[in-house]
């Protein structure tokens, strides 16, 4: 049973209430990845997307209590620490050895410090928050592909039209939930090459995200494919991803006519960066 979002875990702050049902949206992948055929990657892509935007919104809010020198800041840094930390050691046993970290390891932890700081320890700073001049001014400035390149400073998230293909339906929506925290709003997702095909025939994207292996089909034929179409769409931006990190494999990708590929587990500060890379390239 995952965790619903309600309105009496509202801080009262837009961008900190969407940075909270962003980390809800990735604990509750974690709990539909249970069992689930691709578990190991989709934890591997949970738990890294955890690390990154934990750090991105820790740092936000950090610097929206700074700005209304909010006196608990440094306590409430300490639970931020205890959330790194505990994520991290996660991470590490998952590093060194992928199959000693299963989605029911994670959930206890997560879910239970996550509704214990929004429900407790977050509304202690409410009533500073709300309507501070400074605060959001300050919030504005941090932003989850910080430090990455101009590039994605210039995107407008919200006009981007992205096709994701993968056979696995959680993972799909761990894809979703990365580029929606980012404002991305048109996001198709499909389960089959025929369905992918479908819709680039009939839609128009920015970029096309898909996996190397769809069900028995290869992500490489679509690639092919779009290339081999009218000049709209051999144009468009294909982003492949796999499990399977070889260069061999990378090099195969780039061969059919990919203009990325990346490896699960990805990083979703990554992803932005690849897909606005590759979105600014194409304009």
């Keep these: 049973m ?7 875990m509202s801080v009262g702050v837009p961008l900190l209430d969407s940075d909270h049902k962003t980390l809800i949206g990735l604990i509750n992948h974690l709990q539909r990845s249970i069992g689930d055929d691709e578990e190991y990657a989709s934890v591997g892509s949970v738990l890294q997307a955890l690390d990154e935007y934990a750090a991105h919104h820790f740092a936000r809010e950090e610097k929206m209590m700074e700005a209304c020198r909010y006196p608990l800041l440094s306590q409430h840094h300490g639970t931020h620490d205890n959330f790194t930390a505990k994520v991290a050691g996660f991470k590490a046993r998952y590093t060194e050895d992928k199959t000693s970290v299963r989605a029911r390891d994670c959930l206890t932890f997560l879910n239970s410090w996550l509704i214990d700081h929004i429900c407790t320890t977050d509304m202690n700073y ?17 932003t989850l592909t910080g430090g990455g390149t101009a590039r994605a400073a210039q995107v407008d998230w919200s006009k981007l039209r992205v096709l994701l293909v993968d056979d696995n339906v959680n993972f799909c929506e761990i894809l979703r939930t990365i580029l929606g925290s980012v404002g991305v709003a048109t996001i198709s997702a499909v389960h089959d090459l025929a369905s992918a095909k479908a819709v680039i025939g009939q839609e128009r994207l920015d970029i096309v995200v898909s996996d190397w292996h769809v069900g028995e089909e290869s992500g490489l034929d679509l690639v092919k494919w779009v290339r081999r179409g009218p000049p709209d769409q051999a144009r468009l931006p294909v982003l492949i991803l796999s499990g399977h990190e070889r260069m061999a494999n990378r090099d195969l990708a780039l061969l059919a006519g990919a203009d990325e590929f990346m490896e699960k587990p990805i990083s979703a500060r990554n992803l932005l ?6 979105v600014g390239k194409a304009a």
């Design 2 to 8: 995952g965790v619903t979002w309600s309105e009496r």
């Design 273 to 278: 960066l690849g897909v606005a890379r590759l």
């Design 126 to 142: 409410r009533s500073w928050m709300i309507g501070h001049p400074g605060a959001e001014a300050a919030a504005q400035r941090v």
